[in-house]
């Protein structure tokens, strides 16, 4: 049956109705069809992600699923051009082979939703916009974007961006792609910025006493000219027993103390240069080898995967909220949360996960006005079943509103894209 | 050069530049306002220079909220303005127009704030990119995108190009590195994308503003990164027989999983060149000079040199050179930096291209515009930032004689034209502007560039902000039938056409 036939026909009644286009001019007749029609639809992948944002109201469904798999690959030039639904573990795999990754690290969902790995698709990822613990070094999703193609709210099919790093011809699109939760454009193509992998890692765990402390190593790790490439800090919280048993499940490792709240940094490049740093830092920090543990490479890389995994929250029923600030304000807020809610701290003090439990939605708000305050934001990316949305899940004021409204206008002026998924009118 | 359409005069503007120029001076400091024909000319041009235009007047507002109003009055009015940095841009993307106000943003001089503890740097657009640097240098910090013009280019100028420079590779160029803007939109409008933080969340309007050369707002105070300066930089000289060789090593250097902080190629043409003028001790018999540095801990540094020279040894290099002082490192990069004003030397004017090619591909970039260079009778010397695929070709010419000036015209649009079908672009760091908006057609359809003209319209509905720049004005793209236009039917009839 074609998009046509099928638009039109009675299925196309039922709520529930999934499209599959296979390929970039089914998705355009699609979409054209549906901005006739004036009948939005929900754009997903491989579904791994639409937990995260407002749900969205509308009749038809279209997964973007089939349109998977490698275009071009060129290790000597750095890039990769993929269908948008590539599964991310396909990407890492074939980039693994010649010894090249996605610097940004992606991190993988699947844990806080369902308890297992499940990273989705890199339409999914430059949708979100979430980048791992590598984020503060190398940039996150958007800056390792090359190139798309897609369609937009009217069924054309546009691009924007090349194969090439260095590119100023016309307006960055790939830039406002990135993080639109699916509201500018359905994502048939893309091209990504990778890296060679570093030949190995170290990690180094420090255990602070207070939170000035804590602040205190974050900045002169990130002032340091002996790069690290991960910091982040794991509170013991220990009011909540159960996240004290389940931080010291995930993060147990033979070199690694329990029951204790520690800082843990990163190291990559090849072994001697890696040696050469983890002393300068030392030297730096003013740190003697009995304050300190190290993880050799065999631990460090599960290490950093299950914080990328968001372990600690695995299966959360509670809110989960992603917290950008600038790291100046870190200690004040860790100061609020302990004792308060569960959280963590990555990016070397700017990002913070918060878990905030069902029962105490109200504080999402208090958290949110601090977040604005210390010049950062938030986004609630799991909801608690009991969640009522009155306090929005993304942070935005009214003079980007207004803007967003007009740039999702010129993309799509009908909001037949996701409407509502990340504010209400886009 | 020859003659570009630019939008149409609106006469009733012209007839009331005294009304304007008045109402001007109650918006700002009656001396930041020039409208005389001798305190014009320094703003005819930019250094695009071949194309001059007289603007209707020239403001220099010294705040936020005077951008604002000066806006705002412009819309109601319906008048032009074409913002300006420093007026260092090779597109012409500050070209004035006669009935535009050509507003400057040269007295926003100042550094609002340097946040160590946040990594980062707030500050007004008309601080120079080296400026920026200077100020947190004592503290062991620099800015990291480097334009070649980075002494007097604006770092406003650098947010509306995208400025790169020859470490972009490595360290990424002006979008990677500033973490917010604050922008006046067209209708008065002040808003500010980002802050100190990472990442804005939702749509990444910061990262649309880097690069769209002033036509959605003008910027008003920029918030960049600053890293820390590494602790050993080294580089090597490194000189090959044959084009082919030293492209194959700076591919393989790249494929071999090193990332130098810069990496450059000169032919032949441009070392003897830059060997005459500044005395930079090339290997004069080389084909082809690499230049590559490479940064971090002094053991990394190291043991990525000894890779590079294995590599280079691999593929038949002639010589090769390590810097074994920072004196003898600036003194490798003198020649490269000399480069422009060698060629200057070496004929009356010269025309520098910048297309962007996959690195792979240089040696067929190079032997095209050698052709190109033979058919045109146009001598032409090559620098390539071969870690990101910048390709400048410097075109030698008398701009004294008419037929070399279209001819040299002609053969730049063949050189962009063979970067797009060797997977490349048409501008790399220069942007579009005046120079390339009709080579826009060449890599994007009629539905991209109406994507972004209507992005364009969404912000500037009334087109009053810097019109007729980067986007090609329809009926020249159509009559060159690269834009497809059906019995006259235009697609979209509710936009406008600029």
């Known amino acids: ?426 | 050069m020859s003659e570009i359409a630019l939008p149409k005069i609106d006469s009733s503007i012209l007839n009331r530049k005294s009304e304007i120029v008045k109402k001007l001076s109650k918006l700002t400091n009656i001396e930041n306002v020039l409208s005389e024909a001798d305190e014009l000319r320094p703003y005819e041009t930019d250094a695009l220079s071949v194309y001059t235009q007289t603007p209707l007047a020239v403001v220099l507002p010294e705040n936020t909220e005077e951008v604002s109003e000066i806006l705002k009055y412009c819309h109601s009015e319906n008048i032009k303005v074409v913002p300006r940095g420093a007026g260092t841009g090779l597109s012409g993307g500050a070209l004035p127009l006669q009935d535009a106000i050509l507003l400057g943003l040269g007295k926003f001089n100042k550094i609002l704030e340097i946040d160590y503890e946040n990594k980062c740097v707030v500050t007004q657009p008309g601080v120079t990119n080296l400026g920026i640097t200077h100020a947190v240098q004592h503290k062991g910090f620099y800015y990291a995108p480097d334009p070649s013009s980075q002494l007097a280019c604006s770092i406003g100028g650098n947010v509306a190009e995208n400025s790169g420079g020859v470490h972009s590779l490595k360290y990424g160029t002006t979008t990677n590195n500033i973490l917010g803007v604050q922008m006046v939109m067209m209708d008065g409008t002040i808003c500010r994308f980002g802050g100190k933080s990472f990442d804005q969340e939702g749509y990444d309007l910061m990262g649309l503003i880097c690069g769209s050369e002033g036509l959605l707002g003008v910027v008003t105070e920029v918030t960049v990164k600053i890293l820390k300066t590494p602790e050993v930089v080294r580089a090597a000289l490194i000189g090959f027989p044959s084009i082919k060789e030293g492209g194959d090593a700076a591919s393989e250097i790249i494929s071999s999983g090193i990332v130098p902080a810069g990496m450059e190629i000169m032919d032949k043409a441009l070392i003897e060149a830059t060997d005459n003028f500044s005395k930079a001790g090339y290997p004069r018999d080389a084909e082809l000079l690499l230049i590559v540095e490479l940064d971090g801990t002094e053991s990394e540094v190291n043991e990525l040199i000894k890779k590079v020279e294995a590599i280079c040894k691999k593929n038949n290099c002639s010589s090769l050179k390590l810097s074994n002082s920072e004196k003898e490192r600036l003194s490798f990069w003198a020649g490269r930096k000399a480069a422009f004003p060698a060629c200057g030397a070496m004929a009356p004017d010269y025309y520098c291209m910048d297309g962007s090619i996959p690195r792979g591909k240089l040696a067929e970039a190079l032997l095209e515009i050698k052709k190109l260079s033979e058919k045109y009778e146009l001598p032409v010397a090559n620098c390539f930032h071969a870690g990101d695929g910048n390709l400048h070709p410097l075109i030698m010419f008398d701009g004294n004689d008419k037929e070399q000036l279209r001819k040299t015209e002609e053969f730049g649009s063949e050189i962009l034209k063979t970067c797009v079908r060797l997977g490349g672009v048409i501008t790399g760091e220069h942007g579009v502007g005046i120079e390339k908006r009709e080579l826009m057609c060449e890599m994007f359809n009629d539905n991209d560039i109406q994507q972004q003209l209507s992005i364009k319209k969404s912000l500037d509905e009334k087109n009053l902000l810097n019109p007729g720049k980067v986007y090609p004005i329809l009926r020249k793209c159509a009559e060159e039938g690269r834009v497809h236009v059906h019995k006259n039917k235009d697609k979209f009839p509710d936009l406008p056409r600029f």
């Open chain 1, 1 to 426: 049956m074609s998009t046509k036939i099928k638009i039109n026909s009675q299925i196309f009644q039922d709520s529930n109705n999934i499209y599959y286009p296979k390929d970039e001019t089914e998705v355009s007749d699609l979409i054209r069809e549906l901005y006739k029609q004036d009948s939005p639809t929900e754009i997903i992948g491989n579904n791994s992600k639409s937990f995260i944002g407002n749900k969205t109201q509308s009749a038809n469904t279209t997964s973007l699923s089939k349109i998977s798999g490698i275009i071009d690959y060129r290790p000597e030039e750095l890039y990769i051009k993929v269908k948008a639904c590539t599964p991310i573990n396909e990407i890492e795999q074939v980039l693994s082979e010649n010894n090249q990754e996605l610097a940004f690290e992606p991190i993988d969902f699947g844990y806080i939703k369902e308890g297992k790995s499940n990273k989705g698709t890199i339409a999914g990822y430059l949708s979100c916009n979430y980048a791992g613990s590598r984020r503060f070094k190398v940039g996150s999703v958007r800056d390792h974007v090359l190139g798309f193609k897609g369609v937009n709210g009217k069924g054309d099919i546009i691009k924007s961006g090349g194969t090439v790093v260095k590119n100023v011809t016309g307006y960055d699109l790939s830039k406002l792609i990135a993080g639109s939760f699916g509201t500018l454009v359905a994502l048939t193509e893309i091209t990504l910025k990778v890296l060679p992998k570093k030949d190995s890692s170290k990690t180094v765990i420090i255990y602070p006493s207070n939170f000035e402390q804590i602040y205190d190593f974050f900045n002169k790790l990130s002032s340091s000219s002996s790069e690290i490439s991960g910091a982040v800090f794991i509170p013991e919280q220990s009011k909540d027993k159960d996240f004290v048993t389940k931080k010291n499940s995930v993060f147990k490792f033979n070199d690694l103390k329990s029951n204790v709240s520690f800082i843990a940094f990163r190291v990559e490049g090849d072994k001697i240069s890696i040696e050469e740093k983890i002393h300068n830092l030392k030297k730096e920090l003013e740190l003697n080898n009995s304050d300190i543990s190290t993880l050799d490479v065999y631990q460090s890389e599960p290490f950093w995967k299950k914080v990328n995994n968001l372990e600690v929250f695995e299966k959360t029923e509670h809110n989960l909220i992603r917290m950008v600030i600038p790291p100046a304000n870190g200690s004040k807020l860790c100061k609020y949360l302990e004792n308060n809610h569960n959280y963590f701290v990555d990016w070397c003090g700017s990002l913070f996960w918060i878990e905030v439990n069902s029962k105490k939605e109200e504080k999402i708000k208090d958290i949110k006005k601090m977040a604005k305050d210390f010049g950062g934001y938030l986004t609630v990316i799991k909801t608690s079943s009991e969640y009522d949305y009155g306090e929005a899940i993304f942070t935005v004021d009214k003079v980007r509103l207004m803007i967003s409204e007009k740039v999702k206008q010129s993309f799509d002026p009908k909001r037949i894209l996701n409407p509502g998924k990340m504010y209400r009118g886009v």
